[in-house]
């Protein structure tokens, strides 16, 4: 009965190939977050969605392009992959409404490896 | 300066001892904060949410100083199992953009 699930897990490639990482949740929540921990273990915003509307876009390469089809989904495409793009990828959620001191919910990441 | 700034440790503790973190913030309309635990290659989980008036949460107490624009986390009789790192986590203006600090590493030794 997972609330925020990402996937794949895990996922290997080699530069320039393009890949995607999914993301759900089943919280009822009007908020998603894309996040970027690298090697350092900084989490690092990337984008976020408030019912389906871009609010966040934080100096993130063109190459990444998130798509929200409904408010429970949000996905992530990485275009032309480069090796500085390994990190672990984690998707978030959050019910924002009429208050901002609602927590985080986290996915269980997805381990990016880009050789 | 970064907008979340905590100690990163490694803060080496016996069990049974206290143990305390520091985080400061630099967005004074910062509206809400929180601190997370995280495991070796694991998700960011809530450990609790931090008010103005100070809270307490078994042996967490957190407290925040927005005059200082400073969040602590405060934790006693330390286990093993509290050996991870915490983040301190704030949230901006509007309410959405929600940014962790690097991290404060913890061992609690036997």
């Known amino acids: 009965d997972t609330a925020v699930s990402q996937t794949p897990k895990y996922l290997v490639t080699q530069m320039g190939n393009d890949k995607s990482i999914k993301c759900e949740q089943n919280l009822g929540h009007d908020t998603m977050y894309w996040y970027k921990q690298d090697s350092k273990k900084f989490l690092k915003i990337m984008f976020s969605?408030?019912?389906?509307?871009?609010?966040i876009n934080e100096t993130v390469p063109n190459r990444f392009s998130p798509k929200s089809p409904d408010k429970a989904h949000l996905n992530l495409h990485i275009n032309s992959l480069e090796l500085g793009d390994s990190a672990v990828y984690f998707c978030?959620?959050?019910?924002?409404?009429?208050?901002?001191?609602?927590?985080?919910?986290f996915g269980n990441g997805t381990r990016l490896t880009v050789t | 300066r970064k907008e979340v700034e905590q100690d990163p440790g490694p803060f080496n503790v016996p069990e049974g001892a206290t143990v305390a973190f520091n985080c400061t913030y630099s967005?004074?309309?910062?509206?809400?904060f929180f601190w997370y635990r995280q495991d070796c290659r694991k998700e960011p989980k809530l450990l609790m949410s931090v008010y103005s008036s100070g809270n307490e949460d078994g042996r967490f107490t957190a407290q925040l100083n927005r005059a200082s624009q400073y969040i602590s986390l405060l934790i006693r009789d330390s286990k093993l199992s509290d050996s991870a790192t915490y983040l301190c986590v704030v949230t901006g203006t509007g309410g959405f953009k929600t940014i962790f600090g690097a991290g404060t590493r913890l061992f609690v030794k036997a």
């Open positions: 969605y408030n019912n389906k509307e871009l609010i």
């Open positions: 978030a959620s959050r019910e924002i409404g009429s208050s901002y001191n609602s927590p985080l919910h």
């Open positions: 967005n004074s309309a910062s509206q809400s």
